[in-house]
């Protein structure tokens, strides 16, 4: 390695070629949700973790999944991988939670 | 809880690279820079990203550094600087002004 110690998400100064400018894009809803979400579990109220947890678990991600995953994916990535630390969510629960989901999409293309 | 350093002290930043979640930028590791801002004290990330509560908690320092000092390919002015925020633990007492 030719720069011992620097982490995978850790880029300042790398080559990253020209700024694109004009790409503002507005949030999908769902990233809104998920921004909400993480400041619902951090409020004052639940405290369940912190966004500094958040952010080790981004790091923690892995460097193809780090480099794959858009903003907002690797916010709900890191975020279900600590609830499930913490046991918040269990996995069988965020399983079939995801089967459920999956069935309504699949019925309301069908449907439409 | 008092500033270890104030406006105008020449720091270093200390060179290391220990695994788990650091905000000192790998970067500026190694750099030295010039105390901009004394900005406060807040619980150390480097335990409240681990689940713990973060105490005792750290000052956090807005420190400046010359970008030619940085970027050893730099082409802007020579007086180009750079602001980083950088937490008492990683910071070591530098010589002279910068």
Do not use: C
């Not at chain 1, 994916?73 to 890191?78: G, H, I, Y």
């Amino acid at each position: 390695m030719s720069e011992f110690g620097r982490r995978h998400h850790d880029m300042g100064g790398l080559g990253a070629g020209p700024v694109e400018a004009g790409n503002e894009h507005d949030y999908a809803y769902w990233e809104k949700k998920i921004d909400a979400v993480r400041r619902l579990l951090a409020d004052e109220k639940r405290n369940l973790f912190t966004v500094d947890e958040m952010r080790r678990g981004i790091e923690e991600l892995g460097a193809k999944a780090y480099d794959e995953m858009s903003y907002y994916e690797r916010w709900a990535a890191s975020t279900t991988n600590i609830l499930i630390e913490k046991g918040i969510l269990t996995i069988d629960e965020l399983g079939r939670r995801m089967e459920e989901v999956e069935a309504r999409l699949k019925a309301d293309a069908e449907g439409s | 809880m008092e500033a270890k350093y104030y406006v105008g002290d020449a720091v270093n930043v200390r060179r290391a690279f220990p695994p788990g979640h650091v905000r000192t930028p790998y970067f500026i590791r190694g750099q030295k820079g010039v105390i901009h801002e004394v900005v406060g004290t807040y619980s150390n990330p480097e335990e409240l990203a681990y689940g713990r509560d973060g105490k005792p908690a750290l000052m956090l320092y807005r420190v400046q550094f010359r970008q030619s000092d940085v970027w050893p390919d730099y082409e802007g002015s020579n007086a180009d600087t750079a602001l980083v925020d950088l937490y008492e633990n990683w910071l070591e007492p530098g010589e002279g002004a910068v």
